[in-house]
């Protein structure tokens, strides 16, 4: 029987040294809680990209220090039940794709919660009786509605880190309630000669992928933006600086065989935007033409030259004046009347003079 576990672990030995030796990636992956059925589906899944192995950590470590790598580093990580993944497969890439290829289990008592553990309200569709105890045992708040019970209200039954108890376990078993997901999970990966952990493989493989390019695009437009010539910016340098020249030579109304078109369209746009602003209601020509139209309101004017022509009646006032003034002169007329009548008195006189005499 010695004899026999001697042959076996040289065996072990002999296999997995030549496994290391044939590829570049070992990883180390824990078997804490997980179920061999998981196991095989992995092996045919991961068939020609890795060899997954499960031995006892005595004969790793023998194995691995006769291979070709410095696996001092991997020591610290090769306790517990574990198994170890020999591939070609970046660590990373692999990490997912084990994560990928996880299923979902019973929560049983004294496992550690991996996250919270959510019940939700709701019909349970369970009929009232023993199962109504196990709900109670978990701290939830249940209600009879109809012939089944109902969950009054949402409930974390355990958190993240905490163990689960007897009475979550039997509440979440009567629930169909499996909240524990379990996967080969690697702790320790090693690629020419340099380790990674696992929490720094735990990566959203497309998110990583969305922030390079992300990066990508903003290292394109800064490098465009300081015309920084490379073989991924000259194409679009080009095309900018034929575009901002040809911007300035129509800005400028320079005329060749490039801008021609553009300047007669700049043209032809603007003397449309004159025409819109013309309103078509008064065409130039009518208005010009109506103008003889206004001459005749202009020739009124002398209807009001009789209102200025008052004067003649001034000067017919002057002209009178003479009259007046030759009516005056006409007085000199009556003065021989006079001269007569003084005559008269005089020859009557006379008589009178004659008898004195």
Known sequence: MTLHTKKWKAAQVQELQQLADQYSIISIASLQNFPGALAKELRKKLQGQAVIKVTKTRILKKALENSKHDVSLLDEHLVGSIAVIFSEINPFELYSLLKKNSVSMSAKAGLIAPNDILVPAGDTGIPPGPALSDLKAAGLKTVMRGPTISIAEDKIVAKKGDIITPGVSGALSKLGIKPIKVRLSITSALENGQLFLGDVLNIDVDTVRQNFAKAARSAFNIAIEVAYLTAETMPVLITKGYKNAKAVAIE??????????????????????????????????????????????????????????????????????????????????????????????????KPAEEKKE
């Open 252 to 349: 400028a109304n320079i005329l060749n065989s490039a801008t021609v078109g553009d300047v007669l369209a700049k043209a032809n746009a603007q003397a449309s935007v004159l025409k819109a602003k013309i309103p078509d209601t008064a065409p130039e020509e009518p208005v010009k033409e109506e103008k003889p139209a206004e001459e005749p309101v202009k020739e009124e004017k002398p209807a009001e030259e009789p209102v200025k022509e008052e004067k003649p009646a001034e000067e017919s006032a002057k002209k009178e004046k003479p009259a007046e003034e030759s009516a005056k002169k006409e007085k000199p007329a009556e003065e021989p009347a006079k001269e007569e009548k003084a005559e008269e008195k005089k020859e009557k006189a």
